[in-house]
């Protein structure tokens, strides 16, 4: 545990989140997502929601303001237009990183698993909600404020 971390950001996802680089992906995804045969590094958050997991990722990972859409979220099946309760969720946590001006990219279900296969990581939660699934692109920091 550190403090002022949210202890859902563990020591493998932590590193997965330092590790990568500008422009790298992260996916946060359902229970039900093909994560294993997917991901090259999974990292299990089986204990929360997927917009709880976001949530935590967002307090320490700066998305990508050069290129948008800079987070992806899964289509409907049949339905590209429906907002599933998870999606809606995702919006209202990047309102709440006052985020909301963030561009949402929708992808359907194959073009959403190729982008998470070439994803740094795939963050697997507990989330047994349908199209609980986001992909993050993320940005840089570019100055680090003062102690």
């Known amino acids: 545990m550190l403090k002022g971390l949210s202890p859902l950001l563990t020591p493998d996802l932590l590193h997965a989140l330092a590790s990568m680089g500008h422009g790298d992906a992260i996916a946060i995804v359902d ?57 809606a969720d995702f919006a209202a946590v990047l309102a709440d990183h006052e985020l909301a001006d963030v561009e949402i990219g929708h992808l359907g279900r194959h073009a959403f698993y190729a982008r998470a296969r070439d994803a740094y990581a795939i963050v697997r939660t507990g989330e047994l909600r349908p199209y609980g699934n986001i992909l993050l692109v993320k940005g840089t920091v570019h100055r680090l404020a003062p102690p």
């Open 31 to 87: 229970a039900n997502f093909p994560a294993a045969s997917l991901g090259r590094h999974v990292i299990a958050v089986a204990g929360a929601g997927a917009h709880e997991v976001l949530a935590a990722v967002l307090d320490v990972l700066p998305l990508d303001t050069f290129e948008s859409p800079a987070a992806f979220t899964m289509e409907v099946a049949g339905d590209p237009e429906a907002i599933p309760e998870p999606v």
